[in-house]
T-cell receptor
Framework: GIQVEQSPPDLILQEGANSTLRCNFSDSVNNLQWFHQNPWGQLINLFYIPSGTKQNGRLSATTVATERYSLLYISSSQTTDSGVYFCAVGAGGYQKVTFGTGTKLQVIP | DAEITQSPRHKITETGRQVTLACHQTWNHNNMFWYRQDLGHGLRLIHYSYGVQDTNKGEVSDGYSVSRSNTEDLPLTLESAASSQTSVYFC?????????????FGPGTRLTVT
């Protein structure tokens, strides 16, 4: 199956700082999502981005499918951005996805 | 608004008991999934369904079963609960192929097996 690696595993930021989270995957994909798991455990959809670039407020994401990676950018971080960020990928005609082990982000005031 | 709900949100049970976790979605999605989340493993797929009467095993299906009798529900049953099944369980749904592969998750059920 597809291998998914996320980096860094842990990240501490001062409020207002910018960051880039990376997701590498081992094979071609036609499904890639970024999620934020908040401190209460809820998984929140951030982006569905199998290729290209999307932006939503302070967050943006880019997937370069040919090079098998995706990046999540967080600008002007806020304490509410704290939590774990997951990348999930899938391939072929199937709906199954494989999750990375996540990047744990802590934003301190 | 359409949503996906799970019940109970918290459950404590004893080793050997049968437990059923409920998942209900009002998105009218064809596809439904069950995952478990454990420290150090991220989310791992247990079972999934592409429609009524369809069920498939995921990567960690041993000790679990599902059935799909309608579009809205995919209950997950632990036949004989074991301490190794203490985890947080998430249900998800998606509407491929008519829209996209994007999956939407429920709030999770925290299960403790003592």
């Amino acid at each position: 199956g597809i291998q998914v690696e996320q980096s860094p595993p842990d990240l501490i930021l001062q409020e207002g700082a910018n960051s880039t989270l990376r997701c590498n995957f081992s094979d071609s994909v036609n499904n890639l999502q970024w999620f934020h798991q908040n401190p209460w455990g809820q998984l929140i959809n951030l982006f569905y981005i199998p290729s290209g670039t999307k932006q939503n407020g302070r967050l943006s994401a880019t997937t370069v499918a040919t090079e098998r990676y995706s990046l999540l950018y967080i600008s002007s971080s806020q304490t509410t951005d704290s939590g774990v960020y997951f990348c999930a990928v899938g391939a072929g005609g199937y709906q199954k996805v494989t999750f990375g082990t996540g990047t744990k982000l802590q934003v301190i005031p | 608004d359409a949503e996906i709900t799970q019940s109970p949100r918290h459950k404590i049970t004893e080793t050997g008991r049968q437990v059923t976790l409920a998942c209900h979605q009002t998105w009218n999605h064809n596809n439904m999934f069950w995952y478990r989340q454990d420290l150090g493993h991220g989310l791992r797929l247990i079972h999934y369904s592409y429609g009524v009467q369809d069920t498939n095993k995921g990567e960690v299906s041993d000790g679990y079963s599902v059935s799909r009798s309608n579009t809205e529900d995919l209950p997950l049953t632990l036949e004989s609960a074991a301490s190794s099944q203490t985890s947080v369980y998430f249900c998800a749904s998606s509407e491929f192929p008519t829209v996209s592969y994007e999956q939407y998750f429920g709030p999770g059920t925290r299960l403790t097996v003592t």
